[in-house]
Structure formats: structure tokens, C-alpha cells
T-cell receptor
Framework: KAGVTQTPRYLIKTRGQQVTLSCSPI?????VSWYQQTPGQGLQFLFEYFSETQRNKGNFPGRFSGRQFSNSRSEMNVSTLELGDSALYLC?????????????FGSGTQLSVL | DQQVKQNSPSLSVQEGRISILNCDYTNSMFDYFLWYKKYPAEGPTFLISISSIKDKNEDGRFTVFLNKSAKHLSLHIVPSQPGDSAVYFC????????????FGIGTKLQVIP
């Protein structure tokens, strides 16, 4: 069974631009979560999607948005990039995103904003 | 506001000895706790978990202890092996709702051969 796939692996953007990151969950998994990892903050929850609906959202500005498609694939978009958005963005999937299900993470997209 | 705190950014241990990684939490709603391990250039992988109804959970060389009154948990690795060198994230969640896992900032463990 293939794991969680994130593309692209690396991205370099400049301030003010926007970026779209992609995540394909494990086959059969319908919940997709996004996390931002920075050295000083650890992994911070961005949002969680299930059946194309955002069920949960973290404390990030509206510049961060996402969506999920009918095949459970998800995209995350960051508009008007700022230097502080430089981070590793991790996607995780689970079967239904409830209770104590384990999260399965992708390898992440490393975003650098210059 | 860090609801899950890992106060030791790094830890070095000799191979064969015990590694103890600590974690504190502040949110009383958390009732399920997890440890994830992360190697460079890879995503975190689940290691071990514990429910708040237990105070200990063991899986091979890994044991997690939970002290609810102190809002403290620890991960013990015995014996430590060089392959255990990684960043360890403590995580917590309220199991009653949809998944929103709160992670600590991580502790980098180095096991010296």
C-alpha cells in the first residue's frame, strides 16, 4: 500500500506570491490533516478535511486555506507569502479522522520564502 | 501558548543505556497521548500511545508513562540503539472530537555508539 504522497518536495517562492501544495492520502483514508513544522514551534495544526469538508481549523490567518477533492486528495494554498511562512508543510491521513486513529504522515513539502 | 511542552531540545545517550524523554501538557481536555519519531527528510511516524485511563504502556523497547496529576508523560527507550537517533515529538489530543493533534516542539535524541 502506497504511503502519503506530497508534491512538490521543495519549493522556493518570493514574498507576495502564492503557493499550492498537494497531498495524496493512503488509499481508503478519507481524513487529511495539514501541519506546519518550524524549528521553534514544532508541528502546528493547520486544518483537517473529511469528505471534502473542513471539520477543524488551527490558529492560522486566512491566507492559509485548503480543500479536499472527492477522491480524498487535498491541496493547501498560501496566498501573499511572508518570510515567516518558510517551513516544512506536512500532510497526514487517517481512515476517518476520529477518536484515536493514528496519523500517517507524508515526507512534507519544504517551502522557502525569499 | 504551548499546550504540549518538551523542555529538552536535545539529549545524548550512550548505546545500551536508557533514554528518557519528557513531556508536559497544560490542557485538561487531553485524554490521549502519543509519541512520534522523525528522521531527517521523512515525515513523523507513530511510535507509541497511551490513554488517560492508563499510567503505563509498553511496546518492546519503548515504554510510555503518564502521570495525570502532574500532567506529565515520559518515553523510556531501553536499551537505546544508534538507529533510535531521531527527533521525538510528544503529542496530545481530545479523543472525543475530530482529530486535532497538538504536538510539542520535539526532542532530538542522539544515541552514541
Amino acid at each position: 500500500k502506497a504511503g502519503v504522497t506530497q508534491t512538490p518536495r521543495y519549493l522556493i517562492k518570493t514574498r507576495g506570491q502564492q503557493v499550492t501544495l498537494s497531498c495524496s492520502p493512503i488509499s481508503g483514508h478519507r481524513s487529511v490533516s495539514w501541519y506546519q513544522q518550524t524549528p521553534g514551534q514544532g508541528l502546528q495544526f493547520l486544518f483537517e478535511y473529511f469528505s471534502e469538508t473542513q471539520r477543524n481549523k488551527g490558529n492560522f490567518p486566512g491566507r492559509f486555506s485548503g480543500r479536499q477533492f472527492s477522491n480524498s486528495r487535498s491541496e493547501m494554498n498560501v496566498s501573499t507569502l511572508e518570510l515567516g511562512d518558510s517551513a516544512l508543510y506536512l500532510c497526514a491521513s487517517s481512515l476517518a479522522g476520529t477518536g484515536t486513529e493514528k496519523l500517517f504522515f507524508g515526507s512534507g513539502t519544504q517551502l522557502s520564502v525569499l | 501558548d504551548q499546550q504540549v511542552k518538551q523542555n529538552s531540545p536535545s539529549l545524548s545517550v550512550q548505546e545500551g543505556r536508557i533514554s528518557i524523554l519528557n513531556c508536559d501538557y497544560t490542557n485538561s481536555m487531553f485524554d490521549y497521548f502519543l509519541w512520534y519519531k522523525k528522521y531527517p527528510a521523512e515525515g513523523p511516524t507513530f511510535l507509541i500511545s497511551i490513554s488517560s485511563i492508563k499510567d503505563k504502556n509498553e511496546d518492546g523497547r519503548f515504554t510510555v508513562f503518564l502521570n495525570k496529576s502532574a500532567k506529565h508523560l515520559s518515553l523510556h527507550i531501553v536499551p537505546s540503539q544508534p538507529g533510535d537517533s531521531a527527533v521525538y515529538f510528544c503529542a496530545a489530543m481530545d479523543s472525543g472530537g475530530y482529530q486535532k493533534v497538538t504536538f510539542g516542539i520535539g526532542t532530538k535524541l542522539q544515541v552514541i555508539p
